[in-house]
Antibody
Framework: EVHLMESGGGLVQPGGSLRLSCTAS????????MNWVRQAPGKGLEWVSY????????YYADSVKGRFSISRDNAKNSLYLQMNSLRAEDTAVYYC?????????WGQGTLVTVSS | QLVLTQSPSASASLGASVKLTCTLS???????IAWHQQQPEKGPRYLMK???????TKGDGIPDRFSGSSSGAERYLTISSLQSEDEADYYC????????FGGGTKLTVL
């Protein structure tokens, strides 16, 4: 069974940093592209970032470009999102999702709250 | 610019059918889209991909009550024999150097 579990969320002050992790199981992680998607409270889904299997291709939404960095460790079946210079508008539940263009599996999410 | 447009809300009675619409912006009528369901307080769940010719590929375990179709720039999700657990937000989604989501449709089962 495919399972994705996010962790690392929490309360952080504006301007601070946080690193999210997504641990995958139940499938061969190394052959799937991955995405981070977020959802602000009461709002719709917003794509954040994409990474190819080998990390050779990476894309970011304009709203996070230059502040967030996606990475993966195929040996550890893990996906990461390093978030720097956090702003109040980054407050959201962050989901990892398997498959590149049309995510077929989603995690349950981890909440990031940016507030002083 | 590629934009997906969805009606904010829809409603239908228990046991009835409902058809949700996702409209691709001008010049993008050939794009494949996917439908995702998000029940209250849960993560999204992939339902299916819908091609421009109306063919669709469902995700694992998605009931036969869910089907997809297309007409021009419109992509549809039809849910038949509505059940209470179908009350959820439904998002259409496509790809263009990044994932693009529609605004979502909140479905109420009466």
């Amino acid at each position: 069974e495919v399972h994705l579990m996010e962790s690392g969320g929490g309360l952080v002050q504006p301007g601070g940093s946080l690193r999210l992790s997504c641990t995958a199981s139940g499938f061969t992680f190394s052959i799937y592209s991955m995405n981070w998607v977020r959802q602000a409270p009461g709002k719709g889904l917003e794509w954040v970032s994409y990474i190819y299997t080998s990390s050779s291709t990476i894309y970011y939404a304009d709203s996070v470009k230059g502040r967030f960095s996606i990475s993966r460790d195929n040996a550890k079946n893990s996906l990461y999102l390093q978030m720097n210079s956090l702003r109040a508008e980054d407050t959201a539940v962050y989901y990892c999702a398997r498959s590149g263009y049309y995510p077929e599996y989603w995690g349950q999410g981890t909440l990031v709250t940016v507030s002083s | 610019q590629l934009v997906l447009t969805q009606s904010p809300s829809a409603s239908a009675s228990l046991g009835a059918s409902v058809k949700l619409t996702c409209t691709l912006s001008s010049g993008h009528s050939s794009y494949v889209i996917a439908w995702h369901q998000q029940q209250p307080e849960k993560g999204p769940r992939y339902l299916m991909k819908v091609n421009s010719d109306g063919s669709h590929t469902k995700g694992d375990g998605i009931p036969d009550r869910f089907s997809g179709s297309s007409s021009g720039a419109e992509r549809y999700l039809t849910i038949s024999s509505l059940q209470s657990e179908d009350e959820a937000d439904y998002y259409c989604q496509t790809w263009d150097t990044g994932i693009i989501f529609g605004g979502g449709t909140k479905l109420t089962v009466l």
